[in-house]
Each structure stands twice: as structure tokens, then as C-alpha cells.
């Protein structure tokens, strides 16, 4: 159990289009789920809560007019990186938990190229 | 904001060798979950310490909750090429909220 299913997996996108990454639980109900970004070689940087039927919570320095957050439903939870550039490039990833703090279920991550 | 320190951040080993990762904190998390990622991938939960002292084991693998719930450390027994991969360890804050504090990673690669 506790599946999160990520899409696309990989996205190539003009410089200045929006890109739309979904993230869903399967078998579960998730009312807050996570995006994150993580470059080469390196850790996870959290970019924002989703929180369902709310606005979502954007870490500091994430700009939130850039990466859209919606969490319309108890399964779905989608960002959009709006008017991309190529510094946008990168590895996003989604997460969400059956039980608070237990253990997160990632998705298997989108790789955004903009080019 | 809570931070994890990492240790080490690369290692490289033989098959067969021993290796421990730390990870440690000045804050108190209400839980320390340990990932490992592969390329490409989402990270995969391999285990949550919740308890103080507490101690899991999977097999090759020993997962450790210090007593203070500041740190906690992963120690795996005769590694295999097959643990190749980031090793991430990650606390829950609590106090309410559900998100997680990621410490930097070790890329471990175990050669035949």
C-alpha cells in the first residue's frame, strides 16, 4: 500500500511555457502532500506543503506566483512551474503520508528540462 | 528551522566491508526516517525510528534512535554492490507539523 504515482516522469519544455507535474496518491487519502526540488548530486530542498481544499504553504525564498500549487481533491495535488526558464531544470519531486510524520511515500520524480 | 547533519557524504567501499552513516542534530525530532534513492527515482523509505534508543534492524541494515532523539545512525554489515545508492536520512519536526528535514545525503558505492 501507500503508492504515490508522479507524471510526467520526464518533461522537455520551450523557455517562457508552464509545465503541469501531477502528483497522486493511489490507494490512499493524503490532505497534505509535498513538493520538493533536488538538484545534481545533492539532497531534497522542500518547496512547499500542499494542503487540500487551502492554499498551500511555500518555503522561504520559493516563489509562489512561479510554482503554482493545487490540491483540489484528497488524491491530487499538481504544480505548475509557470513561464519557465532553464535555471528551472531540475528534479521535483512529491511526497505524501498515510500516517502524520510515520513515513512519507515519494513519488518517482519528474526531470524538468527547459530549454 | 531544525537541521540534519550528514556523515559522510561520499564513501566508497569493497563488497563485503562494514560502514556506518551518522546523521545528528542539536534539535529533538518526534520521528527519523531513513531513504534510500536511486537515479532518477523518488526516494524509498526504509525505515522510521520513533523511540528513543530504539533500534530496527532490516536485514544487513541496523537503524539506531539516539536516546535524545537528536540523532541516529545506519550501520550496514558485509555491504554488497546492490547497496550502491543515496542513503538519506530525514526528522519530523512535530509540534503539529508533518514536514520533513533532509540531511544532505551519502552517496555510498560498494565495488565488487
Known amino acids: 500500500g501507500a503508492v504515490v504515482s508522479q507524471h510526467p516522469s520526464r518533461v522537455i519544455c520551450k523557455s517562457g511555457t508552464s ?15 509535498f513538493w520538493y526540488r533536488q538538484f545534481p548530486k545533492q539532497s531534497l530542498m522542500l518547496m512547499a506543503t500542499s494542503n487540500e481544499g487551502s492554499k498551500a504553504t511555500y518555503e522561504q525564498g520559493v516563489e509562489k506566483d512561479k510554482f503554482l500549487i493545487n ?8 504544480l505548475t512551474v509557470t513561464s519557465a526558464h532553464p535555471e528551472d531544470s531540475s ?25 | 528551522t531544525q537541521l540534519l547533519e550528514q ?36 526516494p524509498v523509505l526504509l525505515v522510521t525510528v ?15 534512535f539516539g536516546d535524545a532523539r537528536k540523532d541516529s545512525s545506519l550501520h550496514i554489515t558485509a555491504a554488497q554492490p546492490g547497496d550502491t545508492g543515496l542513503y538519506l536520512c530525514a526528522g519530523a519536526e512535530g ?3 508533518e514536514k520533513l528535514v533532509f540531511g544532505k545525503g551519502t552517496k555510498l558505492t560498494v565495488n565488487p
Not at chain 1, 507535474?21 to 502532500?33: K, N, V
Not at chain 2, 564513501?11 to 527519523?32: A, D, K, M, P, R
Open chain 1, 91 to 115: 528534479f521535483y519531486i512529491c511526497s505524501a503520508t498515510r500516517v502524520r510524520g510515520y513515513g512519507y511515500t515519494f513519488g518517482s520524480g519528474t526531470r524538468l528540462t527547459v530549454v
Open chain 1, 71 to 78: 490540491h483540489a481533491s484528497l488524491t491530487l495535488s499538481t
Open chain 2, 95 to 97: 509540534r503539529g507539523s
Open chain 2, 7 to 42: 556523515s559522510p557524504q561520499f564513501l566508497s567501499i569493497q563488497e563485503g566491508e562494514n560502514l556506518t552513516v551518522y546523521c545528528n542534530s542539536s534539535s529533538v525530532f518526534s520521528s527519523l526516517q531513513w531513504y534510500r534513492q536511486e537515479p532518477g527515482e523518488g
Open chain 1, 19 to 33: 509545465v503541469k507535474i501531477e502528483c497522486r496518491s493511489l490507494d490512499f487519502q493524503a490532505t497534505t502532500m
Open chain 2, 50 to 64: 520513533v523511540t528513543g534508543g530504539e533500534v530496527k534492524k532490516l536485514k544487513r541494515l541496523t537503524f539506531q
